[in-house]
């Protein structure tokens, strides 16, 4: 992916979209219950490659966004699932001619 490419707002992917979003890094539960805390965040761009009530992808890149040491919880060409409202609340951007 070069730096130069064009992203606009994605409010509904079709099957071969290049799309980008960004995922918090959680940190390992302090508590047997409680909250995890979030240690960072994380810039996805996958591929979708199943549209169902779960979004399935197929991970081109991923980038560490935030500082700190939380470690990124994806690899390129992992396939990953998401729920649509997931990849929505992480600002998702389709990349135009995809």
Excluded: H, Y
């Excluded at 707002?9 to 539960?29: F, H, M, R, S, V």
């Excluded at 009530?53 to 390129?76: M, N, Y």
């Amino acid at each position: 992916m070069t730096a130069t490419q064009e992203w606009n707002l994605c409010l509904t992917p079709q099957i071969g979209d290049t799309l980008k979003w960004n995922e918090p890094l959680w940190a390992a539960p302090n508590k047997p219950r409680g909250k995890r805390d979030k240690a960072g965040e994380q810039e996805i761009i996958a591929e979708l490659i199943s549209s169902t009530d779960i979004l399935e992808f197929k991970v081109i890149s991923v980038k560490k966004i935030s500082s700190g040491d939380a470690p990124l919880t994806v690899k390129e060409n992992d396939q990953i699932k998401r729920k649509q409202s997931s990849v929505q609340k992480g600002d998702c951007r389709k990349l135009l001619g995809s």
